[in-house]
């Protein structure tokens, strides 16, 4: 069925370091995907996309990787930063006629210790 | 550039009663989709409006309908409220329905209680 998980609810990371957040998808005929970052309080901000022709892709502190062949995808965060802190979520378009129907994962909290 | 703006922020209502959620799509963007996002899940789709018609609807009931107006603007209507439609309601906008380069642009959203 449709559905996109993260490996793991929290993540925990010094200031400074970086930080590797996991997402699987199931369905295989999806082929777009979003990494949006939550706030408290506020909606979800777009970070970065991939298409799934790509395997890589990268923003400003940010890199998307896609495997396609395991279903997985991965935000690295290059330097984290204290506003870095917020749920990560990752979400998947499973019909190509329609890109505004995300599919989106549970999330994932980043939290950064000073 | 004026972002996505949604109305009001907060709202409690009553189970049994009808609610009407409003939102101002970002200069530019012409669709506008509609997400439920309950407590500490992710968002999940309702449906989608792109030139006034709805174009994708996710799996909620009926009772949930919507417009979309010339000036791109749209509403989320939620009839016979239940105590499980309590949720952030959170509208995202883009350019033409199907686009690849214009990922969905969220608003802050309205906290939605159903008591």
């Known amino acids: 069925g449709e559905s996109v998980g993260l490996h793991l609810p929290t993540l925990s990371v010094q200031e400074g370091d970086n930080s590797i957040i996991n997402c699987a998808y199931s369905?295989?005929?999806?082929?777009?995907f979003i990494w949006y970052k939550q706030e408290s309080g506020k909606g979800p901000q777009f970070i970065i996309d991939?298409?799934?022709?790509?395997d890589k892709r990268q923003g400003q502190r940010v890199t998307v990787l896609l495997n396609k062949t395991v279903k997985h995808l991965s935000l690295q965060i290059a330097a984290t930063q204290p506003g870095d802190s917020a749920v990560y979520f990752c979400?998947?378009?499973?019909?190509?006629?329609?890109?505004?129907?995300?599919?989106f994962g549970q999330g994932t909290t980043l939290q950064v210790k000073p | 550039e004026t972002g996505v703006t949604q109305s009001p922020t907060h709202l409690i209502k009553t189970r049994g009663q009808q609610v009407t959620l409003r939102c101002s799509s970002q200069?530019?963007?012409?669709?506008v989709s509609w997400y439920q996002q309950a407590l500490g899940q992710g968002p999940q789709f309702i449906f989608q409006?792109?030139?006034?018609?709805?174009?994708g609807r996710g799996n909620f009931p009926p009772r949930f309908s919507g417009l979309q107006f010339p000036n791109y603007s749209s509403e989320l209507n939620v009839n016979a409220l239940e105590l499980d439609d309590s949720a952030l309601y959170l509208c995202?906008?883009?350019?033409?329905?199907?686009?690849?380069?214009?990922?969905?642009?969220f608003g802050n959203g309205t906290r939605l209680t159903v008591t």
């Open positions: 995202a906008s883009s350019l033409d329905g199907n686009s690849y380069n214009s990922p969905l642009h």
């Open positions: 369905n295989s005929a999806s082929d777009y």
């Open positions: 991939i298409r799934s022709n790509m």
């Open positions: 979400a998947e378009t499973p019909d190509s006629s329609n890109t505004g129907k995300l599919i």
């Open positions: 200069s530019g963007h012409n669709t």
């Open positions: 409006y792109y030139r006034e018609e709805e174009n």
